[in-house]
Structure formats: structure tokens, C-alpha cells
């Protein structure tokens, strides 16, 4: 088999990381056109937002590359 129980199971594991990536990176605009909103320039959304979302990458690189096991061979 390709990819065992585990790496299917990092891969969803990296996949969620990911999401909650995107999801700590969204927000910060405005309503208003005319307003400038600096909210876009917040820690979450310049520096927790991209690791959060290079470690699910890097979960999901694992779970493909790695060489894993399965019990039942």
C-alpha cells in the first residue's frame, strides 16, 4: 500500500493545521474604502498566521516522504 494508516492520519492532521492557518490570517479589513484600517498589520496575521501554516506543510511533507510502518505487515 502507498501510504499506511498513520501517514493518512498526518496528512489530515497537517491539512487542519493549514486551515487554522488561513483562518488565523483572515480579517483585518474595512468597511469603508476611505478608512484605512491598520488591523491587516497585526502579529497574528504577519507572524503567527505563515508558521502556523509552514508547519502544516510541513506535517503534510512528512506524511508523504515518511517511511511508516504499518502493523499489519
Given at each position: 500500500m502507498a501510504t499506511t494508516a498513520k501517514g493518512i492520519k498526518l496528512m489530515i492532521a497537517?491539512?487542519?493545521v493549514m486551515v487554522a492557518g488561513f483562518l488565523?490570517?483572515?480579517g483585518g479589513g474595512s468597511d469603508d474604502p476611505n478608512f484605512f484600517n491598520?488591523?491587516?498589520f497585526d502579529w497574528r496575521r504577519l507572524i503567527a498566521?505563515?508558521?502556523v501554516i509552514i508547519s502544516g506543510i510541513v506535517i503534510e511533507i512528512i506524511a508523504?516522504?515518511?517511511n511508516f510502518k504499518d502493523k499489519s505487515e
Open positions: 497537517g491539512l487542519l488565523l490570517l483572515s491598520e488591523a491587516m498566521a505563515p508558521i508523504i516522504m515518511g
